[in-house]
């Protein structure tokens, strides 16, 4: 066999209009993201599936969109790629939830090929939504790619990627590990509490019980809980409540408010219900932000405390 040949092959039919690059961004943690990135259009997604270690490349071909497996997990993740490009994603109702509001509308038609993705594996992303937990954006990523690579392990393929870490070598690390990655004891501890319930986790049967048992663990709360089922089950009504900036957005966007709490943006959302996430994923696929005011958070290091 040629040295990385994909073990695995498969090709999946798009949709008219989809939208192939906007539809899996959220599966990439910028653009260089340790275990996932888009390369010549292509998407590379490292992954510890259910079968062992596997890489997923998933690249448009004539209306087609074809799926390479490589590692002992590439038949898994083969199987699963439909899902993993949002194929799978039910949109039944929301176009009629959607003529409810001008705004909704004229959104759902613009990114009409826009669907959400749902890949089946839950640690990977209980990993960055603790790491987000409130800090800025930057600071997130820079404590998710160092701790990936500091616990990762390189992918199976041709692309140099790590896979996420196993959770069983987060349950056991001490919250100082972390320390120079800017990761605080906070979010280090919240991360080993999840990763010693991983198999757990992943056996939930929807999102419903992945979200009961998430939000068991200390210090994960309804903001990380939707993060993680809305990306893993492909949620899409998970909605982010405690999040800094979606609950502007949604009251800017549906009602012309310049600020929002969660209990307004529930309110203005409770109309898609059903479908609230896929509200707020339009509306950042669209760039809808609210008026700024103030200064920006600063970004802070707990590596030398």
């Known amino acids: 066999m040629i040295p990385w040949a994909p073990t695995a092959t498969r090709k999946l039919r798009m949709p008219p209009g989809y939208r192939f690059a906007a539809s899996v961004r959220p599966l990439i943690f910028s653009s260089y993201d340790p275990c996932a990135r888009i390369v010549g259009g292509v998407l590379w997604w490292a992954a510890r599936t259910p079968d062992g270690p596997a890489t997923l490349a998933l690249r448009p071909d004539s209306g087609d969109l074809v799926a390479e497996g490589h590692g002992p997990g590439a038949g898994w993740v083969v199987a699963y790629a439909d899902s993993v490009a949002g194929l799978r994603d039910d949109l039944t ?30 640690f990977p992303r209980v990993l960055r939504a603790v790491l987000e937990q409130k800090v800025t954006g930057k600071e997130a990523y820079r404590g998710y790619a160092a701790t990936v690579r500091h616990f990762g392990e390189a992918a199976p393929g041709p692309l140099r990627l790590l896979l996420p870490p196993d959770p069983a070598a987060l349950a056991t690390a001490p919250y100082w590990v972390f320390h120079p990655f800017g990761v605080e004891q906070r979010r280090a501890e919240t991360l080993t509490r999840a990763a010693r319930v991983a198999d757990r986790l992943q056996r939930c049967a929807d999102s ?63 109309p898609f219900r059903g479908h609230r996430g896929r509200v707020c994923r339009l509306l950042e696929a669209a760039a809808v932000q609210a008026p700024k005011f103030g200064p920006r958070a600063p970004i802070r ?5």
């Open 93 to 122: 109702g929301f176009a009629e939830l959607a003529a409810s509001h001008p705004v909704v509308a004229r959104l759902a038609a613009q990114q009409a090929g826009l669907r959400m993705p749902a890949t089946g594996l839950i």
């Open 208 to 270: 419903a019980e992945a979200v009961r048992l998430l939000r068991s663990v200390p210090g994960v709360g309804p903001w990380t809980a939707a993060e993680v089922v809305r990306v893993a089950y492909g949620d899409a009504d998970a909605v982010s409540v405690g999040d800094y900036h979606v609950p502007n957005t949604v009251a800017w966007a549906l009602a012309g408010e310049p600020r929002g709490d969660d209990a307004r943006m529930l309110e203005l959302l409770e």
């Open 301 to 305: 290091s707990f590596a030398h405390y």
